[in-house]
C-alpha cells in the first residue's frame, strides 16, 4: 500500500529573517557508528533492496566496498517545508520508490532525526510528520471520548453509581454533594482523563472498590502503603487483594462485619 511521510526540519528561532530560513535548504548526511557508516537496512533487506540500484551485485566481490559506499554518500535535502517520501511497500513487500524509501528508513535509525514532533530533543535536528499516523491518533482520541461520555450517560442516570465513580476519582467525599454537583463533577473528571473514567466505569469490581474507599474514609479499614487493614489483620497487600480476600464466601462474615460498621458511621 502506498504511503508517504515527510522530514522535516525542528524550528529554530535565531536572529536569522524568516524568508532567509525559508530559503535555506539543509542535508541529512551520513555518520559513521564505529568504522562503518549508519545503515538504514542491513542482512537480508540490504540484498532484497540494493540488489539492482548497486553496479554490483550482492554476491559479487566488491559489494560490500559499494554498500560500505553507498551509506557513507546517503544524503537527504531538507528544504523549509520539508521533503515527502514515498515509504510504502508492494503485496510482494518491495518498496514503489526505492530511493525515498531508503532514505526513510536510514532517517528512522539517524540519532538527528525524532520519529515524531512529541519525540524531539536537543539532539534531533529532524523529525518524521507521518499524517496518517496522526489521523489516527486523532480519531483513537476521539473513539475514547465516545466511549466515556457512553459510561457517563449510564452512569448520570443512577446517582449511586455515580458516587462509587466518584468516590475512586477524587477526594471529594461524595456524600456531601448534590446530584447536581456530583454530576457536574463527574463530567469535568471524565473530560480530563476519558480512558481513567471508562476504566472506573466499567470495572465489574466498582461497588466492591467504591465500598472499600468508604469504608477507609470512614476509619473502619486503615491503609498503610498499598496495605489495607482491619484492625491488626492485613485484608490485602494491594486494593486487587482486598477484593479477592472480601470476595471470597469464607471471608463473607468480615465483609458482613465491615457493612455493618459503615452503615453504624453513616448514620
Known sequence: MK????????????????????SAITKLGSIYVGRQPL??????EEKKFLNGVLDVSYDHVDWPKHIKRFWAEMSIKIPFEGVQLEVGLDDNGQPYNVDQYLKY?????HPHVALNKEDLT?????YIHDENKDILKKNADIQTRKDADKEFIKLSAEEKQMT??????????????????????????KEAS???????????????????????SA??????GNQIIYIDDVLGETLADTIVYLKDKKNSSTLTVLRAKLKEAVI
Not at 526540519?9 to 536572529?15: A, F, I, S, V
Not at 536537543?122 to 529532524?126: A, D, I, L, P, Q
Not at 468516590?167 to 469535568?188: A, F, I, V, W
Open 219 to 224: 476509619g473502619i479499614l486503615r491503609k498503610i
Open 39 to 44: 545503515k538504514g537496512v542491513e542482512g537480508d
Open 164 to 189: 462509587r465513580v466518584l468516590r475512586l476519582m477524587s477526594d471529594l467525599n461524595p456524600d456531601t454533594l448534590t446530584r447536581e454537583q456530583k454530576e457536574n463533577t463527574l463530567y469535568s473528571l
Open 3 to 22: 504511503k508517504t511521510v515527510t522530514i522535516r526540519r525542528k524550528e529554530l528561532l535565531g536572529h536569522l529573517p524568516k524568508e532567509v530560513r525559508v
Open 194 to 216: 476519558p480512558k481513567k473514567f471508562t476504566r472506573i466505569a466499567k470495572d465489574k469490581n466498582l461497588a466492591l472498590k467504591a465500598e472499600i474507599e468508604e469504608l477507609v
Open 122 to 126: 536537543g539532539t534531533n535536528r529532524f
Open 105 to 109: 528508513r536510514f532517517a528512522v535509525k
